[in-house]
């Protein structure tokens, strides 16, 4: 399967092209129970929008992520995990990790095997963050923080780059999306990368564009929609 085009960049102080991946931290296929649209289209709609690797980060399931990988596709598995504190998403995963746990024990089971820990739309009670207590219980494993989330307000977003600051975490964004439309409203430039260790690495040289989702999409989100095949 084709790569999306690459990007370059060229500092004045390097002698050859950097380059550059355009990645969305926070995708949703119809593997989730609020999403309708196929893995493969989402796959499509992201080579056109030049986003690759493709984030997958289903509810519950990796099972949309490792389908596409199946295929062909560049793709790195996550999964927004439902905790018994929140949710909380785990990036660079091999295996899915059981919903339900604490939050502690979810950020240790996504560790063991290698993923890192991303804590996404914090503050925003209305998608099941992690409580606060549950965030100070995972501090010391939280990996990156969704300093912009594409669904959530202004003020939240706010909160959570100071909570990424105050973390001395990595700052990360996501469009959040659950349609077609929604996919890559918002995303990361940074150098092509290899691995969870050093996609860390490279982050910190990343550019951060920053739009949100129309109301009108994020409501139908809310409310949820009709089922359809994964592929």
Request: hydrophobic share 45%.
């Amino acid at each position: 399967m084709p790569r999306a085009p690459a990007r370059a960049g060229t500092p004045a102080n390097l002698d050859r092209l950097v380059q550059l991946a355009r990645i969305d931290l926070h995708v949703h296929t119809a593997a989730s129970f609020d999403c309708d649209v196929p893995p493969g289209d989402v796959a499509k709609h992201a080579l056109k929008l030049g986003l690759s690797p493709l984030f997958v980060t289903d509810h519950d399931t990796i099972e949309g992520a490792l389908r596409l990988k199946a295929i062909g596709w560049s793709v790195v598995v996550g999964q927004e995990i439902s905790t018994a504190d929140g949710d909380v998403i785990g990036l660079f995963l091999e295996s899915a990790v059981p919903a339900g746990m604490s939050a502690s024990e979810t950020a240790r089971q996504i560790k063991a095997q290698g993923g890192l820990v991303y804590l996404q739309h914090p503050f925003d009670r209305r998608r099941h963050a992690l409580s606060e207590k549950a965030i100070e219980a995972i501090m010391e494993q939280i990996d990156l923080v969704e300093v912009f989330n594409g669904r959530s307000s202004s003020e939240l977003n706010a909160k959570a780059d100071a909570l990424c600051a105050s973390l001395g975490a990595a700052p990360g964004v996501g469009s959040d999306a659950h349609s077609i439309r929604a996919l890559g409203r918002c995303f990361i430039e940074m150098p092509e990368f290899s691995g969870s260790a050093d996609f860390l690495v490279k982050l910190g040289r990343g550019r951060l564009v920053r739009r949100t989702s129309p109301w009108r999409m994020r409501l139908r989100t809310a409310m949820g929609g009709s089922r359809k095949p994964l592929f």
